[in-house]
């Protein structure tokens, strides 16, 4: 978290300098000014095969968004923009599950569609079965 001190933050930070949660998490920060590179130039592109793996992909890039935001707000908790776009990115994360669980199954143990007789945790192919 000490890095996120060094981000300036007079109570609101454009949000126009960061990364797009896709970038952010190919390059593992969502704040290009901490961006280091390491041993490669250029991180490495993801290119889903397939429909279900696009979507696992935008739920991974969201969830790593929300989670560096949520370290920035740790150290910058009055800073609103960043807050605003942190629930933006929790909001279309958590539609994009939702989606994702109706077309292809749910993701979690904790998915509300599980408790239902019988146990359907296996019922559809894995994300790797390419089914």
Do not use: C
Not at 41 to 48: A, G, L, T, V
Not at 63 to 83: C, E, K, Q, S, W
């Amino acid at each position: 978290i000490n890095y996120y001190k060094n981000l300036t933050s007079k109570n609101q930070t454009s949000t126009d300098n960061l990364f797009d949660p896709y970038t952010g998490f190919i390059h593992g920060n969502m704040f290009p000014e901490l961006y280091e590179p390491y041993k490669l130039p250029k991180p490495y592109d993801i290119q889903p095969l397939n429909e279900q793996a696009r979507m696992l992909t935008q739920i991974d890039a969201l969830t790593f968004a929300t989670i560096d935001l949520g370290l920035y707000l740790d150290v910058h908790p009055d800073d609103r923009n960043m807050l605003n776009l942190f629930n933006q990115y929790r909001v279309q994360k958590n539609n994009l599950k939702k989606e994702y669980d109706s077309k292809y199954g749910p993701l979690l143990l904790s998915n509300d569609s599980l408790t239902s007789y019988p146990w359907a945790w296996n019922d559809r192919p894995w994300p790797w079965e390419n089914k």
